[in-house]
């Protein structure tokens, strides 16, 4: 089912209203200036962010390329379990599969949902300097089913991968993506009519799921050039039977007490916890694997599903480190949470455990 423009503008009912019958549809940059996230330059955090002087961004990206220490990546790599859509149960609220980083195939009350679609074997274009997958693929993006919708939480490389995007056009309804990222999507060929972009708390809606954005401590940009001028979002997904929560990238801020309160409860969140680091300006937009824990708390979640590690080389420490750190976190805070392989279907209270899979790979090599 495809949307025209209008009835996506129409559909932003939250900041834009209803326009007038005949008027025209607010353009890119008036909906951009109207944005109470948008400063005239820039799109802002929730809670301001410092930025890292030069010297401390030249310290980072120093100890980052140079001085890592041993452990970041694993090889072999892990090997995924293959994902057959195909033989997925039709009748179920929610299944889902992680296909690994923050890429998952959702299977959300019938509908097919893919979330920051990264099937390139490096995340970024730094050629030698870009990180390397170290999990291999469940499937390609060719063995995928037909897709309803791609949800894109902002415009990093290891988020909205160019590659990616274009093979999907041909087998997928609807972009669903923050404010201003869809120039991306248009200079890369995707139809104006596909693309769907949402300020925070605005809301598109699908057969029956209404998709809304919500706010997001993280930034944006694909060069030095352009930090923050697209904007970055977490998604609630909810349907007749089920609710899903989708962080994004963020950092750990007081407004996800209001997500719950306006979206929440949810019956499964995901939550990025691996690429948190200790410089200024950093710490502040990646949550921890503890500060996941409580978010999901605050967000009034059931189900916590961690992601965002075990497939990137994306910060400074060993590659099971965000894990380890999430279970005892989790543990200790009685939730419920599964670690599911990737590609390992997984039915919420039904399919998918607690199994420790990834600590074989721990093992120092002889």
Known sequence: MKVT?????????????????????PTRQERIDASPQ???????????????????????AWEFFFNKPKGGSIDPPFEAEPVDWATWPSDLPVQFAWLGHTTYLLQVEGKWILTDPMFSQKAGAFGPFSPQRFSTLPLTIDQLPPIDLVLITHDHFDHLDETSIKKLISKTDRFIVPLAVGRYL?????????????????????????????????FSGRSLFNRDQTLWTSYAIKGEQTSLYLSGDTGFHPGLVEIGERLGPFDVTFFEMGAYGEYRGWKEIH??????????????????????????????????????????????????????KFGERINPGHVGGKERWWRPFMEPKP
């Open 5 to 25: 423009l209008f009835a996506l503008v129409f559909m932003s009912v939250v900041s834009i209203g209803c326009a007038p019958a005949n008027a025209e549809p």
């Open 38 to 60: 948008w400063n005239g330059k820039s799109f802002q955090n929730p809670v301001p962010t410092p930025d890292p002087s030069m010297g401390e961004m030249v310290s980072m």
């Open 186 to 218: 248009e200079d890369w060929g995707v139809p104006l009519e596909q693309i769907t972009e949402l300020a925070w708390w605005e809301a598109a809606r699908f057969e029956g799921l209404t998709l809304t954005s919500a706010p997001a401590q993280h």
């Open 287 to 340: 949550c921890t694997p503890e500060e996941a824990v409580q978010a999901h708390q605050m967000v009034r979640g059931k189900l916590l599903v961690p992601s965002h590690w075990g497939t990137f080389d994306l910060a400074m420490f060993a590659w099971h480190e965000p894990i380890e750190r999430f279970v005892a976190a989790a543990d200790q805070a009685g939730i419920a949470y599964l670690t599911p």
